[in-house]
């Protein structure tokens, strides 16, 4: 089994940056693909970034495409969203997942994280 924990989220004001912390605990980080992914009420979740097993290929949503950076540390069991130039309509809860392989499906992953809320005033 395998546990994750989301943090760093908070709110903040439009333009400004955030990174957001998944620490992963119970399986070794290095085998799972990691993603990130995002959900408003009343509406599906979102894909926003994922990273592959090796960490060598990355993926991100064009909406967020050169604004955000999903990275990890294996030594820490962590994965990391850095968020850039956050938009109103990015107010989400956001969540990190973890799978096989780094898909933009939220079906292929298997664990998932309680989620932490990122609120943008415009």
Avoid: H
Avoid at 55 to 69: E, I
Avoid at 80 to 109: D, H, I, W
Wanted: proline share 2%; charged share 15%.
């Amino acid at each position: 089994q395998v546990q994750l924990v989301e943090s760093g989220g908070g709110l903040v004001q439009a333009g400004d940056s955030l990174r957001l912390s998944c620490a992963a605990s119970g399986r070794t980080f290095s085998s799972l693909a990691m993603g990130w992914f995002r959900q408003v009420p009343g509406k599906e979740r979102e894909f926003v970034a994922a990273v592959s097993r090796s960490g060598r290929t990355t993926d991100y949503a064009d909406s967020v495409k050169g604004r955000f950076t999903i990275s990890t540390d294996n030594a820490r069991n962590t994965v990391f969203l850095q968020m850039n130039s956050l938009k109103p309509e990015e107010t989400a809860v956001y969540y990190c997942a973890g799978g096989v392989t780094n898909s933009r499906n939220p079906n292929f992953y298997n664990y998932w994280g309680q989620g932490t809320q990122v609120t943008v005033s415009s």
